[in-house]
């Protein structure tokens, strides 16, 4: 049958099982790994193997239409959604997860409200998928959750994160359980804030929702951002421009000037702005309908900047601010509702 897959990935297998099993990111038999593999190919961790414990003859290579092609351990019960994942988002791994503090802040139904901006930056708002059983029985809903962020939350399962590397994947997962265990903590310690609610779902502002990118979007966003007190008082001493690319067209819908103290719309087509942020119309929605953190997507790589990435996370809370603002404007969308932490 020849090679079962190259000795990096099957040895990044090995050594990030271990890794999960050692950080209490999976127990006993649980869990699943994978690596995308060449010819529309990957291999997966085998039915019931022991991720902190495993060796070769545990995994097995499958195509992305979940068969079986090479390997003597049995297809994980999971190889239909990793499947389903590459065919669809094409990352380059695949990592199944059940931590078991981001599971309790997930049933317990709080926030995640990261404590360090590391953990904002990188997570976002994360979205949760319920669980009918204990396998996932409906793919498209976890696919369609990982097209807002890398990392999704299977209530009373696990976690999935997606990544370049399996290594990506893993450093996700961990991240997202300390700032999990961090919330628990940090609930327990002290008296219940407002935001200790229920997930949210979208967009939930009670605007009514306008045309992404509309005359009536674009005028709204800068009527927010120009009269917000506390933004003026958050702008950058050498002032700032922004502006808004839709990947698409290579439109510029929106582009704006501040100051201290000041703010000014330039027209659409100017170019000499210090910050570009670009992404596609579904990214924009989801932007701005909440379902997913502009930072997050920067980082993630779903959303493009020009610009100094260092210099807007120095005028962080400017940037925070001026996002937040925008995202109470809800724009029509496609994108069904979907629970967050």
Not at 74 to 89: D, P, Q, R, V, W
Not at 256 to 283: D, H, I
Request: net charge positive; glycine share 8%; with cysteine.
């Amino acid at each position: 049958m020849g090679t079962l897959a190259p000795d990096t990935a099957i040895q990044d297998l090995i050594t990030v099982g271990r890794e999960a099993y050692n950080k209490n990111l999976v127990a006993a038999r649980a869990g699943n790994l994978s690596i995308r593999l060449r010819g529309g190919r990957f291999i997966i961790t085998g039915q019931g193997a022991p991720l902190g414990f495993l060796r070769r003859e545990n995994l097995v290579v499958a195509d992305c239409a979940g068969n079986k092609k090479q390997g003597s351990a049995n297809l994980s019960f999971e190889s239909g959604l990793h499947a389903a994942i590459y065919k669809t988002m094409h990352p380059g791994a695949i990592v199944h997860l059940h931590p078991p503090f981001t599971l309790t802040l997930a049933d317990a139904g709080l926030k995640l409200n990261p404590q360090t901006f590391e953990a904002a930056l990188f997570l976002g708002r994360v979205p949760v998928v319920p669980q009918q059983a204990p396998n996932v029985t409906d793919p498209g809903a976890v696919t369609a959750a990982l097209t807002v962020n890398n990392i999704v939350i299977l209530k009373n399962h696990g976690v999935v994160s997606i990544g370049e590397t399996i290594w990506d994947a893993f450093f996700l997962a961990h991240l997202l359980e300390e700032a999990s265990q961090m919330r628990l903590l940090s609930h327990m310690l002290r008296t219940p804030r407002g935001d200790d609610a229920t997930p949210v779902s979208g967009a939930d502002t009670g605007v009514k929702p306008v045309g992404l990118f509309s005359n009536r979007h674009c005028a709204l966003l800068r009527k927010v951002a120009q009269r917000d007190q506390v933004l003026n008082g958050t702008c950058p001493t050498t002032g700032c421009s922004i502006g808004l690319k839709q990947a698409e067209t290579g439109n510029m819908p929106l582009l704006l000037a501040f100051s201290p103290g000041k703010f000014r719309a330039r027209q659409p087509g100017v170019t000499s702005n210090r910050f570009l942020v670009s992404g596609t119309a579904r990214s924009w929605e989801a932007v701005f309908n909440r379902l997913m953190d502009p930072f997050t997507a920067l980082v993630q790589k779903r959303m493009a900047l020009e610009g100094d990435f260092r210099l807007m996370l120095q005028w962080y809370p400017f940037f925070r601010r001026l996002f937040d603002l925008w995202q109470t404007i809800p724009v029509s969308r496609e994108l069904t509702g979907q629970e967050f932490l």
